[in-house]
Every structure is written in structure tokens, then in C-alpha cells.
């Protein structure tokens, strides 16, 4: 399912008060905290903190999920892609958004037109997404593949604005 942002869907940015910053800023430092938890941090119920986050969950603001280490649920290979495309990059860029192994679909502005992330369980399984799935869509002129070697850095927890 592609995720959209508010914008994309035409709802324009979101726009957040101050209490609802401060339960994002929460979550981002631990997803699983509670409600109650982040109430009094926050200075809200329990209740009003379930349906603002129920709101944010609804509005596409935010999702809560669990992030996990590809490496230790079997997938041995993850690159990042660089798509250059002839046509509507749209297309293109929903049709790799249907394939499992893709979990990052941008497109973007400069040398590629599209930038992918794919989690594979081998070298082999990433061969055969690139060659047989990725380069096989319409419009699809070329990709370069970035091997991810060992992932230094990755945070969530960037605040709010």
C-alpha cells in the first residue's frame, strides 16, 4: 500500500498544536510507552491521550510500528536503488511500491528520479528484483545499486516542528 502524505492526498500539511509535538516527541523516543505514561508527561488523561494519538494514526501523521534488524529475521541483503526513468516517474513509482521486497520508495530531484530501498534474503533474491522486476517495468531506463555494507546510524527521533 503506498503511504501518501497529507500533502499528496491534497489535505496539506497537518497542522499540529503544541500537545500533539509533545506526544510525537514521545513516541518517537519509545513506541510502546503508555498512554498514562505520556499523559503525565504531557499533562493530558490517559483518555485524551488515546484519541489524539488515534487521530494522528488516522490523519497519516504518524504510524506505530515495530522497526526491526532485517539481518535478524533472515534478510542478508539490503540495498539501496537509484531509478532513472523515461515518462510519468508516478507510474513507475507505484508499481515498485507494489512489490514486497521494496520498503522505501521516494522520488526525488537530481541524478535519479527515484530512490528504493529493497530488504532480500540474498544476493541472488536482490539479482532477481532488480532484473526481472524493477528493470521490466515501462519506463524504467536504468538503476545503480548501493550495497549496504553495515548500517552506522538510523534514528526516529528527530522531534517535531
Known amino acids: 500500500m503506498s503511504q501518501k502524505s497529507r500533502a499528496e492526498r491534497g489535505g496539506g500539511p ?3 498544536d503544541y500537545l500533539a509535538k509533545r506526544i510525537i516527541e514521545q513516541l518517537q523516543e519509545d513506541g510502546r510507552r ?3 505514561s505520556i499523559g503525565k508527561a504531557v499533562g493530558l488523561s490517559e483518555a485524551a491521550v488515546r484519541q489524539r494519538v488515534g487521530r494522528l494514526v488516522d490523519s497519516g501523521a504518524i504510524q506505530i510500528v515495530a522497526v ?3 539481518l535478524q529475521l533472515g534478510f542478508s541483503r539490503q540495498a539501496m536503488l537509484g531509478v532513472k526513468v523515461a515518462g ?4 513507475v513509482a507505484d508499481q515498485l511500491t507494489a ?3 521494496v520498503d522505501y520508495v521516494v522520488i526525488t530531484a537530481g541524478g535519479f528520479d527515484l530512490i528504493v530501498e529493497a530488504v532480500c534474503e540474498s544476493d541472488s533474491d536482490l539479482f532477481h528484483l532488480i532484473n526481472d522486476r524493477i528493470r521490466s517495468i ?3 531506463v ?5 550495497m549496504y555494507l553495515s548500517l552506522r546510524k ?3 527521533d528527530w522531534g517535531t516542528r
Open 14 to 16: 497537518l497542522q499540529l
Open 34 to 36: 503508555s498512554y498514562a
Open 68 to 70: 526491526t534488524d532485517p
Open 88 to 91: 510519468d516517474v508516478s507510474v
Open 99 to 101: 512489490i514486497d521486497e
Open 138 to 140: 515501462d519506463g524504467v
Open 142 to 146: 536504468s538503476t545503480e545499486t548501493f
Open 154 to 156: 538510523q534514528k526516529y
